[in-house]
Structure formats: structure tokens, C-alpha cells
């Protein structure tokens, strides 16, 4: 029995894809998207400073794209 990604593993999946030039992104967004389902929560909350680009544009752009496949992504204050 393979056990399902909580919310924070499928986030940390998230960076490391970032990190990795964005290598299986679309996999572990379906993979947060079903976690966020499991776990009843509405929006994935990432750490600005984790991520590649770190600007108002790279962050605009992350939120477009995990929007576009149904994620709704918002950022903490760091």
C-alpha cells in the first residue's frame, strides 16, 4: 500500500521540482492538489524565501501556473 503525500510533503516536492529547474512539476502539482482535497484545505501556502525566483514576478507567475491546473497558491509573510 503506497501512502499518499500529506500537504507539507507534496510542498517540499514543490520546492525540490523548483530547485531542480522545475523537473515533474505538473506530477507533484496534481500530487498537492489531491493532498489539499484530502486535507480539506482550500490554498497551498509556500515560503517566499524557498523559492527560485523570489520577485513579484516569479512569484505572479507560479500563482498563474498552479491556477491554471487548480491550485490556489498564496505566499507567507518570512
Same mark, same amino acid.
Given at each position: 500500500?503506497? *501512502? &499518499?503525500?500529506? /500537504?507539507?510533503? =507534496?510542498? +517540499?516536492?514543490?520546492? &525540490? *521540482?523548483?530547485? $531542480?529547474? +522545475? =523537473?515533474?512539476?505538473? /506530477?507533484?502539482? =496534481? !500530487?498537492?492538489? $489531491?493532498?489539499?482535497?484530502?486535507? @480539506?484545505?482550500? &490554498? $497551498?501556502?509556500?515560503?517566499? !524565501?524557498?523559492?527560485?525566483? +523570489? ?7 507560479? &500563482? =498563474?501556473?498552479?491556477?491554471?491546473? @487548480?491550485?490556489? /497558491?498564496?505566499? *507567507? !509573510? *518570512?
Amino acid at each position: 500500500m503506497v *501512502s &499518499e503525500p500529506t /500537504v507539507a510533503d =507534496a510542498t +517540499n516536492r514543490i520546492y &525540490e *521540482s523548483l530547485q $531542480a529547474d +522545475n =523537473a515533474d512539476i505538473d /506530477v507533484h502539482i =496534481a !500530487a498537492l492538489k $489531491a493532498a489539499l482535497t484530502r486535507a @480539506g484545505v482550500k &490554498e $497551498a501556502v509556500f515560503d517566499p !524565501a524557498r523559492l527560485v525566483q +523570489n520577485n513579484r514576478s516569479g512569484r505572479k507567475r507560479m &500563482e =498563474a501556473y498552479f491556477r491554471q491546473r @487548480g491550485v490556489t /497558491v498564496k505566499f *507567507s !509573510a *518570512s
